[in-house]
C-alpha cells in the first residue's frame, strides 16, 4: 500500500517563524540606531544614515531573507514541486527581492540624512 507523505507544512511555519524573528530584531536595531543618530549626530561611533553597514543589522536583515526563503521554498514543496527546483526558485527570488529592497532603505536612510524626518512626509 502507497501512503501519501504530508506536506512539509512545519518548513513553511519555520520559515515564517525565522522571519518574523528576525523582522521584530530588525526593527528594533534600526529604531534604536537612528534614536542615537539624531541624539549624538557628531560622535565618531554615530550610526551612518547614507551607509548602514552595521554587521548586527546586516545579519539580523539576512535573516529576515532567510526566513522568506525557507517559507517559499517549503510552500513550492507543500504544491509538490522538487526540493531542489523549490528551493533553488525561492532563493533567486529571495535574493533579488532582498537586494531590491536593501536599496529601498538605503534611499529611504539617505532621505532621512539630507533632509530629516519631515522628507519623508509625502502628504505636505
Known sequence: MYYLPQPPFFI???GVFVALTCGSAFQNLM???LRESYQN???GT???LDTPQDAV???TYWGICLGVWIFLGGGLLILGFGIISSYGVALLLTLFTGSLVWDQIKE???QIKEGGSKSLDYLE
Open 46 to 48: 554615530a550610526f551612518r
Open 108 to 110: 529611504v536612510l539617505l
Open 31 to 33: 529604531e534604536q540606531k
Open 41 to 43: 549626530p557628531q560622535v
Open 57 to 59: 543589522i546586516l545579519g
Open 12 to 14: 513553511a511555519f519555520l
